[in-house]
């Protein structure tokens, strides 16, 4: 349905055949019963799974402690159905934007119910406004949890001096290009220099043994560069692609014995996250735009 308060453009997309159409190759639907219907395809598949409850940047308090509700909700089916999954949440969704305690009392709950069912959260990165705030936040819940991840983005110019910091406290660390607009001045803008700042990051990463790496890349570069690094690694590491992008290649690395983790985004926010996808694969825009011209 279309999201109130919306934009025309995300209204056009949300409440439109084709917009779904598209939506649907790259998010699981928008309840977690369809989430975890999923998961448990890919899980019979030989993957493994993180659930990504779509939504950030809320604005009060009730929005915070519904998404943590939901996420908590999660885990208790990941535990009643035996899944294969972690969760990948957002601080912002959490309520970082407006009350940092708020967020953090969320994270250490997450963290702490996931810990008694034998799994992790993953504590996704957004854009630079929020970067500190995030690498804080892991710092301090994962002193308490021990089994928290972070995403860091190798775009981002600080990238290098949060892996020096990060690396020592465990966990996992997942290892991204970077999705978000960012200027000049906090991250690389060309792509040969956020490749080459990838490959240096992912070279550190995986001669950590405090921490295990999350690859989180579909570019095929640098998933043989971690294949090449993964030779000369004594300890665990895995994979990380998004649902509905290269799945060949995503089942070709399990072919080949590694471990790979599927992001599995759903819920009824989709949008922001659709938008992210199109500007990576313009492709994915031609598609709609061509749909809506055959619809009408």
Request: one cysteine or more.
């Amino acid at each position: 349905m279309a999201v109130v308060g919306a934009g025309p453009i995300e209204k056009l997309v949300t409440s439109s055949r084709p917009g779904r159409a598209l939506a649907a190759k790259f998010v699981a639907g928008d309840t977690l019963d369809s989430a975890v219907e999923t998961a448990s395809s890919l899980n019979q598949e030989g993957f493994v799974v993180s659930f990504d409850l779509l939504g950030e940047a809320v604005t009060d308090v009730d929005s915070a402690n519904a998404a943590a509700d939901e996420y908590l909700e999660c885990l208790d089916k990941i535990a009643a159905d035996g899944i294969e999954a972690n969760i990948s949440i957002k601080p912002t969704q959490l309520g970082l934007a407006i009350d940092r305690d708020l967020a953090k009392e969320a994270v250490l709950r997450l963290g702490r119910r996931a810990g008694e069912i034998g799994t992790s959260v993953t504590i996704d990165m957004e854009d630079s406004r929020y970067t500190e705030g995030t690498v804080s936040l892991f710092e301090e819940c994962q002193a308490v949890c021990g089994n928290l991840g972070i995403a860091l983005q190798s775009y981002m110019r600080r990238t290098p001096a949060d892996l020096g910091r990060l690396i020592p406290l465990g966990g996992h660390i997942r290892l991204c290009k970077g999705a978000y607009v960012e200027t000049h001045d906090v991250a690389f803008t060309a792509k040969s220099d956020v490749d080459r700042a990838y490959a240096d990051e992912l070279r550190t990463l995986m001669a950590a043994a405090t921490t295990k790496p999350a690859v989180a890349t579909h570019d095929g570069a640098l998933i043989d560069l971690a294949r090449e690094l993964a030779g000369r690694r004594e300890h665990p590491f895995e994979f990380q692609m998004l649902y509905g992008v290269r799945p060949d290649l995503q089942k070709s690395l399990v072919e080949e014995g590694f471990e790979v983790r599927v992001y599995i985004p759903f819920g009824s926010h989709w949008y922001p996250y659709l938008t992210r996808r199109l500007a990576e694969r313009p492709a994915n825009a031609w598609f709609f735009a061509r749909a809506l011209v055959s619809r009408s």
